[in-house]
């Protein structure tokens, strides 16, 4: 319990590794993704090139321990370089976010020693891009139902079927795959692979045209008849959906650090605009209108930053935190909903048009709510656990 109340205090006051950390992610956002923020999202491309110097950094292998090559650093660090990189650019927040706390963290954590030794120090560098594989056209929340299905056939597991909405879909080299080996076990029949671009019979599908987030890539992955090795199995057959369960946990704190750094960004760009823009001869900060807008903005993200942190302090403690993941997620992507729509009325008509950074926030937050989890899926857990015995 000492540790955990030691965690806990950096809610407040980051040591000083920390501050480094949350330094360098800030400047690095401010002079190198700043500047191109509108010209990927406007052309849809991947900045495969920004995510390979945040690889260089450390920052495509936070969670991962030294030895395989990576940062060996905790979640809360994780939450502070994923909020820093929301306030600039919600997409490439995702991407890393995904890279880390989904392929990258699901081999870390159950993948054995020679899969993690193969595997994980390309990822860590950023020499390759990771993908993972839970959502299917005909599920979505009910990720139970899914029907890639996985069949051992003369020494390989054979894959068919197609994912959905596929983070790095088409430009992640290693993807890890969720799917059912035996249906007459249900949630206990699926299992989980680590594939490699080039196996036969694995591509990449119809790339998604989004709202937001249109610089992180999202497309389908097919499978048919995909060979792939038996010594891929991560784990054991049927343990799949337990672990792609508990790196939701993990992912659902990533959401929350991205809705606070986005929910930040509006604040930042509102508070400024308000300053500056004068309407019957007053900077519009004066009116009390705007102030109560910003006020809220404020108390919102400042709230929401500190059950991000906590639920990270207790994911790093080892302690189960699926009801502090899911009232962070839940909190925070709904108030940096709130924020994005209250920014865009403080700007008002220019908070319509690209040269202002809220009209990106504003397509760009919707995903939060449904991302790994929509709000309704974590309003139920949370209430599983108040009305457990």
Request: glycine share 10%.
């Amino acid at each position: 319990m000492e540790d955990l109340k030691t965690s806990l205090s950096y809610t407040i006051d980051l040591d000083e590794n920390q501050s480094a950390i949350k330094s360098t992610i800030r400047d690095f956002a401010e002079k190198i993704i700043k500047p191109v923020v509108m010209e990927y999202d406007e052309s849809e491309k991947f900045p495969i090139e920004i995510l390979q110097q945040l690889g260089e950094l450390g920052f495509l292998g936070i969670l991962v321990p030294e030895e395989y090559g990576g940062a060996g650093l905790g979640y809360l660090e994780y939450a502070i370089i994923i909020e820093e990189l929301a306030k600039v650019d919600p997409s490439i927040a995702l991407s890393v976010a995904a890279h880390n706390g989904l392929c990258t963290n699901h081999i870390l954590q159950y993948a054995n020693e020679e899969l993690k030794k193969k595997y994980l120090p390309d990822l860590a560098s950023g020499k390759k891009i990771g993908a993972w594989g839970l959502t299917e056209p005909s599920s979505g929340s009910d990720a139970a139902a899914m029907q890639t299905t996985a069949e051992m056939v003369n020494g390989y597991y054979v894959l068919n079927g197609t994912k959905n909405f596929i983070t790095h879909g088409a430009s992640g080299e290693t993807a890890v795959v969720m799917a059912v080996f035996d249906k007459s076990k249900g949630k206990k029949g699926i299992s989980a692979f680590i594939l490699e671009k080039g196996m036969k019979g694995f591509s990449s599908g119809k790339k998604e045209k989004k709202l937001g987030m249109r610089s992180c890539e999202t497309t389908q992955l097919i499978f048919d008849n995909c060979k792939v090795p038996a010594e891929n199995l991560i784990g054991n057959e049927g343990e799949g959906f337990i672990q792609a369960m508990k790196i939701l946990e993990g992912g659902r704190i990533s959401i929350a650090a991205l809705s606070v750094g986005l929910a930040q960004g509006c604040l930042d760009a509102s508070l400024a605009y308000s300053k500056e823009r004068k309407q019957f001869g007053k900077s519009i900060s004066e009116f009390q209108g705007i102030q109560f807008k910003l006020s809220d903005m404020a108390t919102e993200t400042n709230a929401a930053r500190l059950l991000t942190y906590k639920a990270a302090a207790i994911k790093d403690s080892g302690k189960d935190a699926l009801d502090e993941a899911a009232k962070a997620k839940l909190f925070a992507s709904e108030i940096a909903t709130k924020a994005a729509n209250d920014a865009v009325q403080i700007f008002g008509g220019y908070g319509f048009v690209k040269d202002y950074p809220v009209e990106k926030f504003y397509r760009d937050v919707k995903l939060l709510t449904i991302g790994e989890g929509t709000s309704e899926v974590q309003r139920i857990v949370i209430a599983r656990n108040l009305l457990k015995d």
